[in-house]
């Protein structure tokens, strides 16, 4: 737990009240907001690469799919190809609970954070020698929300936000027959993301809210790039393999 404090709280705590007192014009919700991008920016480069193996891997379920039933008695076989499959296109099926591994204690740390009592002086001992103690934060979001109280205007940014995450996610899934079932319930969870947000945050204050509802926001952006550049990537493949195609007709 002193390694936990050391490493992870006080560092994020530190940048909470710097934000709060240099860059979020002394409104707590705007700085829990940028705190939340900064970590997530810090992050961005393994999300990056974990979200475009999880959108390649959907792509690649009908070839999956394939292969462990032409070799569901040959486990060491299948595993085989489906390690060539995964090498030739570059993914790593394990990087999304790699990238959980490393998120879950940042995510309790910022949670530990936000529900701190600013109010008390002790939090402030935690505080580096040059950050300045501040004289009092104001527990407000622009002067409308309370931060320590549960707010269902929050929660209901944060469920829509979580909706159209999980649309974006859907519509980068594979399709065809095989992936039919995958697909059902991957129309389930939109529904069900929200739902589970609605619950889990109503009984939580509005600082959560925010964090929650800035880093859902944070992921729709982060993957309408992956999908732009997965996108653009394909079509730059399929116009060279047409001009691979072509070259002969030229030569003839």
């Given amino acids: 737990m002193s390694l936990f404090h050391t490493i992870l709280f006080q560092p994020l705590f530190n940048a ?9 014009f002394g409104d707590l919700g705007v700085a829990i907001i940028l705190l939340t991008l900064v970590v997530r920016g810090i992050l961005y480069p393994l999300s990056y690469k974990s979200f475009k193996s999880q959108m ?28 060539a499959v995964w090498k030739r296109n570059k993914v790593n099926p394990f990087s999304g ?18 529900l701190s009592d600013f109010s008390s002086p002790e939090i402030f001992s935690n505080l580096y020698s040059f950050i300045k103690t501040p004289e009092a934060i104001s527990n407000s979001f622009l002067g409308l929300i309370n931060l320590k109280e549960r707010s269902i205007v929050v929660v209901g940014i944060a469920a829509v936000l979580q909706y159209f995450q999980g649309r974006l996610s ?5 399709t065809g027959p095989k992936a039919a079932a995958q697909s ?3 129309k389930n969870m939109v529904l069900f993301g929200p739902i589970i947000t609605v619950v889990f945050l109503t009984a939580l204050p509005a600082a ?12 729709v952006f982060q993957q309408l790039i992956i999908s732009r550049s997965l996108s653009h990537g394909e079509s730059q493949r399929n116009s060279e393999n047409r001009g691979e195609t072509s070259k002969p007709d030229r030569v003839k």
């Fill in 97 to 114: 609970f790699l990238l959980l591994l490393i998120q879950l204690p940042i995510l309790i740390a910022l949670y530990r954070i936000f």
């Fill in 170 to 174: 859907l519509m980068t899934r594979s």
């Fill in 56 to 83: 390649v891997m959907q792509r690649l379920q009908p070839e999956i799919k394939a292969i462990q039933e032409q070799h569901k008695n040959n486990k060491e076989k299948q595993a085989e190809l489906l390690m």
């Fill in 16 to 24: 909470l009240i710097f934000l709060e007192q240099h860059a979020a």
């Fill in 184 to 186: 059902k319930m991957a």
């Fill in 208 to 219: 959560i809210g925010i964090y929650w509802s800035a880093t859902a926001a944070f992921s």
